[in-house]
């Protein structure tokens, strides 16, 4: 079993900033790759950015490319995804999520841990 806790959530303007932290505990945190994914209001969840056990691969939805960066830090059990530039429609309810594998992925259904999910709100 693996527990993922999300922070960092809140309400920012337009053009700011965001970091949102996911601490993950009861698994070997470097055999896992993690996920974030985000929903809005009526619909679906979708992929915004993963990143590889090592850390060496990286993966990003292009509606955030170029905006958002995903890292992490296995000493610390932990990872990041730095939202700057952002946007109204970044509005969501924003998930870590880990696999079973190391390797990156943009499926959702290759996730098998989830978080609660942390809101972020962006007022134009």
């Known amino acids: 079993q693996v527990q993922l806790v999300e922070s960092g959530g809140g309400l920012v303007q337009a053009g700011g900033s965001l970091r949102l932290s996911c601490a993950a505990s009861?698994?070997?945190?470097?055999?896992?790759?993690m996920g974030w994914f985000r929903q809005a209001p009526g619909k679906g969840r979708e992929f915004v950015a993963s990143?590889?056990?090592?850390?060496?691969?990286?993966l990003y939805a292009d509606s955030v490319k170029g905006r958002f960066t995903v890292s992490r830090d296995n000493a610390k059990n932990t990872v990041y995804l730095q939202m700057n530039s952002l946007k109204p429609e970044d509005t969501a309810d924003y998930y870590c999520?880990?696999?079973?594998?190391?390797?990156?992925?943009?499926?959702?259904?290759?996730?098998?841990?989830w978080g609660q999910g942390t809101q972020v709100t962006v007022s134009s």
């Open positions: 990143i590889s056990g090592s850390g060496g691969s990286t």
């Open positions: 009861g698994r070997t945190f470097s055999s896992s790759a």
């Open positions: 999520s880990a696999r079973e594998s190391p390797v990156i992925s943009r499926n959702l259904y290759a996730y098998a841990y």
